[in-house]
Each structure stands twice: as structure tokens, then as C-alpha cells.
Nanobody, 121 residues
Framework: QATLEESGGGLVQPGGSLRLSCAAS????????MAWYRQAPGNSREFVAG???????NYAASVKGRFTVSRDNAKNTVYLEMNNLKPEDTAVYYC???????????????WGQGTQVTVSS
């Protein structure tokens, strides 16, 4: 009933920057949380940054001070601004949303297809 589409990944040199975007579309009543996770080869998926419906934000310790998460609620879109990128940031980045399809229905968790971020010289 809803999908997430990520964009903005790519190849960047160490110290560089990238901006990821994730737009939710479909029959959405409201979105509670939008967040970013990542998965490097051989590793499990890990939390990167998240933003509930308000203005509070949460970050993994490894990215705090370098990454910034933001939301445009009117566009059902979440962004991840990544600065001072390091080789260890290389991973597939996934968008996540917890949302409602109706006022009284249960919340649902959905994921995007992922976008590759590679940090290498």
C-alpha cells in the first residue's frame, strides 16, 4: 500500500559529501518515524539516523556530528546529509518508515530497496 524510493547514493572520495533522499508514496494516512539504516558486506543491518514525526533526531555514535537527518512532512520525504565520509561508511543505505494507512488501523513497517554508498579514493 506504500513504497519508499531512495536516491542519491554513489561513489565519493574520503572526506566528501553525499545527500540521500527517500520519498514515501501510496495510500498513507500518517508517518510516525522515518529513518536510515545501512548494511555493509558481511555485516548485519544497523541503525544510522532517525526522526520521529516531531523535530527530535537520533544518531548512531559512529555518524554523530557528520550526518544530519531531516524530514519534509508535506512531501513524506526524509533526507540524510552525509559529510566527512569515511571508507567505513561504505554500505547499502536503506530507508525505513513506520506509518498508518488509516486513522484507526495498525502501524506498518516498510523498507526501501536500498542505495549503494561507496567511499573510496
Amino acid at each position: 500500500q506504500a513504497t519508499l524510493e531512495e536516491s542519491g547514493g554513489g561513489l565519493v572520495q574520503p572526506g566528501g559529501s553525499l545527500r540521500l533522499s527517500c520519498a514515501a508514496s501510496g495510500s498513507i494516512y500518517s508517518i510516525n518515524v522515518m529513518a536510515w539504516y545501512r548494511q555493509a558486506p558481511g555485516n548485519s543491518r544497523e541503525f544510522v539516523a532517525g526522526m520521529p514525526a516531531g523535530e527530535s533526531t537520533n544518531y548512531a555514535a559512529s555518524v554523530k556530528g557528520r550526518f544530519t537527518v531531516s524530514r519534509d512532512n508535506a512531501k513524506n520525504t526524509v533526507y540524510l546529509e552525509m559529510n566527512n565520509l569515511k571508507p567505513e561508511d561504505t554500505a547499502v543505505y536503506y530507508c525505513y518508515a513506520n506509518l498508518h494507512y488509516s486513522q484507526s488501523g495498525p502501524a506498518d513497517n516498510i523498507w526501501g530497496q536500498g542505495t549503494q554508498v561507496t567511499v573510496s579514493s
